[in-house]
């Protein structure tokens, strides 16, 4: 047997598994771009599982990680040679106060779930991902962002309170009064300071009925003023848009050999929430809008309009090399028309989801989401599927979307496909970058929660160990700083 079992199989309730077929699903993610196997997996059936399994990983100097549904794209929720903590098995809704509008329940507890649990109440949390099969853990870990976020910021933002296993094996509850520094930077820190066990969460009553309005925009300015003025005056509840590529011909490229002339088009979903459909005065909806034509309008009941819209295939030999970018409002124009010409060069763009959000920068405060300087944020999107052998160079296309990115003050959503040098976490956190050092080396000081992703400035214990691990040769010597290091 294993011998991370046999240590710890007295010490936990929940299960434990070094099954092959089991680490072979866990080693990788729905990006399945990273590949990283745990050698064991542990089901914990509470904190105190968990608080004896990371102190275990402590005392041993092993590294240890948390997975919900493994949606993450970029191998956040993988591990390497150590444990992996499969957070669905802590799966209960503990508690629904509607009165006080909020909901506790476990982090493995999925959004379906919740929102299973909460609309027979008429209650609904301020924002949902536009697609339920994650979890509460794994969306409050990267953000959690919706039609909605606009108005209410990240699901993040809509936290009151979380406990929290810390990387020393105690069981804290946090929120904003309490142990509030763990708390602000749990949430959206993707497992680096603590696993997330139970969570406090805010909700909101809805209105009955929904009217959605699809619009279409064959001009990028008209839309971004009609999105900076909806969301301005507040004047929807719910907002979503798409870009689509049109073909509109093909062209001799001056000799370079055939080309598709594409025209985009945007388009811009806003719903309403209503008592009643009477409620609702059009034309003071659309005054001042620009778009080039109202294409559709469905009215559904609030229970209909909340289920998501997309399917989700997830096609064996391929991989999902999506990625987000959050731009200043001023420079969104000039970003999304750059990279909407470089997308045929590089992906099927016919078959690529590509879209747009809005954030208001007042309303989304949370440390470890990083933010550009702006009021008004334009998100960008791109959900590209393409087949495994054929990744490498849309890989380096996105580095230089990245790149482009940053250059223009924007910043990354890291739940999506982030592959960041030391310069551009630097770049993603800005000022904010040495406290984040300080706070994992405060928090995790051997570096075992969660490695792999975010690229500090120091080596972690468990980094020196690895290395004197696969080095035994080397003789030890002081690292000595150079000049230009
Ligand atoms: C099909 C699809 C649709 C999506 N739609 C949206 C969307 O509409 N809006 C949006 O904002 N995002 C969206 N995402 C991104 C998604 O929300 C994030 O990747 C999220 O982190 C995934 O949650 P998960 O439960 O699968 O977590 P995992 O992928 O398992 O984990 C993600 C990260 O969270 C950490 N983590 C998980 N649970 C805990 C815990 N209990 N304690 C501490 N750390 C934990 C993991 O270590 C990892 O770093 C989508 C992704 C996919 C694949």
């Not at 010490?11 to 729905?30: A, P, R, T």
């Not at 509850?173 to 309490?178: I, K, T, V």
């Not at 969460?201 to 309005?213: D, E, G, Q, S």
């Not at 954030?359 to 944020?377: C, H, K, Q, R, Y």
Request: proline share 6%; with cysteine.
């Amino acid at each position: 047997m294993n011998s991370i079992i046999a240590d710890l199989q007295p010490l936990i309730e929940g299960e434990i598994s070094c099954d092959h077929d089991d680490l072979l699903h866990v080693s990788q993610d729905f990006g399945g771009i990273v590949q990283k196997q745990p050698k064991v997996i542990v089901r914990p059936q509470n904190a105190t599982d968990i608080a004896k399994a990371i102190q275990y990983a402590a005392n041993q100097n092993i590294t240890i990680s948390s997975r919900a549904s493994g949606h993450s794209l970029s191998g956040q929720s993988l591990n390497q040679d150590g444990i992996l903590l499969d957070m669905r098995s802590l799966n209960r809704v503990h508690k629904l106060h509607t009165e006080q509008l909020w909901f506790k329940a476990d982090a493995g507890v999925t959004w379906r779930q919740i929102v299973d649990a909460t609309t027979p109440h008429r209650m609904i949390p301020p924002v949902l991902t536009n697609y339920f099969d994650v979890t509460l853990g794994g969306t409050h870990s990267a953000a959690g962002l919706g039609q909605s976020s606009f108005r209410y910021g990240s699901q993040a933002d809509n936290c009151l309170g979380l406990e929290v296993v810390t990387a020393t094996g105690e069981i804290v509850w946090c929120s904003p009064n309490e142990n509030s520094e763990l708390f602000n930077h749990v949430l959206c820190g993707y497992g680096q300071f603590g696993i997330i066990t139970q969570i406090q969460h805010r909700l909101k009553p809805y209105r009955p009925f929904t009217r959605t309005y699809f619009l279409c925009y064959d001009n990028l300015d008209s839309f971004l003023h009609d999105e900076r003025l909806l969301i301005a005056e507040d004047r929807v509840d719910g907002l979503l848009a798409l870009f689509s590529p049109c073909i509109m011909g093909v062209t001799r490229g001056g000799g370079k050999g055939l080309k598709p002339l594409i025209e985009w088009f945007y388009r811009m979903q806003i719903t309403l929430e209503v008592d009643s459909e009477n409620d609702i005065d059009q034309e003071k909806l659309f005054s001042g809008l620009n778009f080039y034509r109202h294409v559709y309008t469905e009215n559904l009941t609030f229970e209909q309009f909340v289920q998501p819209a997309i399917a989700v295939p997830h096609l064996t030999g391929t991989v999902n090399p999506w990625i987000d970018v959050l731009l200043p409002g001023s420079a969104a124009k000039e970003f999304i028309e750059t990279v909407l010409g470089l997308v045929p060069g590089f992906i099927d763009f016919r078959m690529t989801p590509i879209g747009s959000f809005g954030l208001v920068a007042g309303n989304t405060n949370m440390p470890m989401f990083s933010l550009p300087d702006d009021e008004l944020i334009v998100g960008f999107g791109m959900y590209p599927t393409v087949p495994k052998t054929q990744i490498q160079p849309v890989l380096e296309q996105l580095k230089l979307i990245t790149d482009l990115a940053f250059k223009m003050g924007g910043k990354r959503y890291l739940a999506s496909w982030a592959e960041l040098d030391l310069a551009q976490w630097r770049l993603q956190f800005g000022d904010y970058w040495p406290k984040i050092n300080q706070l994992k080396q405060k928090y995790d000081p051997q570096g075992i929660l969660n490695p792999g992703f975010i690229q500090y400035e120091y080596m972690t214990a468990t980094q020196i160990n690895q290395q004197m691990i696969s080095q035994p040769q080397l003789p030890l010597e002081p690292v000595v700083a150079t000049s230009d290091s």
